[in-house]
């Protein structure tokens, strides 16, 4: 599909200024079409609460008709946003470049006085975290069949990602919350809000630590050194949790099974990693591929980053095309082994815990109905405190 030019003229009859530095920053988007807030406020009744679809740290997602019929999952940032103009800006500029059957589309955005909208294609069947590691608040039944799909267009996205996309994208926040499925069950990468460009001829860029605890890749959060290996450690953890049907930390579990990269390790060790199949299944799967998955989810979390795979090599051990070498299998970085960042502790309230997903368009992904044990929280710090 066609790339949607930018409008930066003022529309007929729109009276609305931008302040300056606004449209100075909006001068290095190229492919995005501006909309106006009258228009969005039109598509979604006056941002009706009966098409609110979607609620987090970031603000609110509301459904919304836009002219002509087409339907729009639109995000529109609070003011108390975590994700600032710097944010929104660089969410306009990676995904308003590139294009794939596994990201989401930006139709465009809105930027008038103090608004600050995203416009995304709507997607019908919400986020994995709602749906398939929801604690059974969905319908939709996740065979094997559809979890190893879902699996490789995870894989394949991020592959085009960071090896055919120039320069190298990192997204930094893969996680279920972030991955987005349509009607068919496609899965969707979403929220570029936190990603980064890998410039030719490096081998890392050194930047703040953002990501999600539980998804975290050690050696970033420690010092804050930034590779396409810590996508492939998010993923390896995003892997075994579509296999297994949990969320990566679960305190209500008994200690020795509460952090699954921990709990997958052990079985692995123990030639068990069959019994960390998803038990609502109910047997129905191939044995042997969820087993390949799993090391391959060991793979992608392994402590030493340059033993971690490419993603387009992912994509082809999911895929059967390669096989997996057992002996490679190294246990795997676990950010509770170098940091202070135990999520073992007192549960926190629905409305304490911070969402920072792109957006989550049809669902009603409010906070207050996750599993509050499920620990996904957004973790923003200082890199390298221990120099």
Request: charged share 25%; with cysteine.
């Amino acid at each position: 599909m066609p790339f949607f030019s930018c409008l930066f003229s003022r529309r007929a009859g729109s009276s609305t200024k931008r302040p300056f530095e606004v449209v100075e920053e909006l001068s290095g988007i190229h492919k995005t079409k501006l909309y106006t807030y009258k228009e969005l406020r039109i598509a979604t009744d006056d941002f009706s609460p009966i098409n609110k679809i979607g609620e987090g740290g970031f603000g609110s997602v509301y459904k919304g008709r836009l002219k002509g019929g087409r339907l729009a999952a639109i995000k529109v940032l609070s003011a108390e946003s975590r994700q600032g103009v710097k944010e929104f800006l660089t969410e306009i500029n990676m995904i308003s470049e590139i294009e794939h059957e596994n990201l989401v589309k930006l139709y465009g955005c809105c930027l008038e006085e103090n608004h600050r909208i995203l416009v995304y294609n709507y997607l019908e069947n919400n986020s994995l975290a709602q749906t398939l590691l929801g604690g059974g608040h969905s319908s939709i039944q996740f065979s094997w069949r559809t979890r190893s799909r879902i699996s490789i267009g995870i894989a394949r996205g991020l592959a085009f990602l960071h090896e055919e996309v120039r320069p190298h994208i990192v997204h930094r926040d893969i996680k279920a919350s972030n991955i987005l499925l349509d009607k068919d069950l496609m899965p969707k990468i979403s929220d570029f809000g936190l990603a980064k460009l890998i410039p030719p001829n490096m081998t890392h860029v050194s930047t703040r630590v953002a990501g999600t605890i539980g998804y975290l890749a050690p050696e970033y959060a420690i010092r804050g050194q930034l590779t396409r290996k810590a996508d492939i450690y998010s993923f390896g953890v995003l892997l075994v949790e579509i296999v297994s049907g949990r969320c990566n930390t679960n305190t209500r579990l008994p200690i020795e099974e509460q952090y699954l990269l921990e709990r997958t390790w052990q079985l692995y060790e123990r030639r068990e990693l069959v019994g960390l199949v998803d038990s609502s299944l109910n047997g129905d799967f191939d044995a042997e591929e969820a087993c390949r998955f799993l090391k391959i989810g060991l793979l992608c979390t392994q402590d030493t980053p340059k033993l971690r795979p490419s993603m387009s090599t992912v994509v082809k051990m999911l895929t059967g095309e390669k096989d997996i070498d057992g002996d490679k299998i190294t246990k795997p970085g676990l950010i509770s082994d170098f940091m202070d960042l135990k999520v073992r502790g007192p549960e926190k309230s629905s409305s304490e815990m911070k969402n920072t997903s792109s957006y989550n368009p049809s669902s009603s992904y409010n906070l207050s109905t996750q599993n509050t044990s499920c620990a996904t929280m957004t973790f923003t710090a200082p890199y390298d405190r221990s120099t």
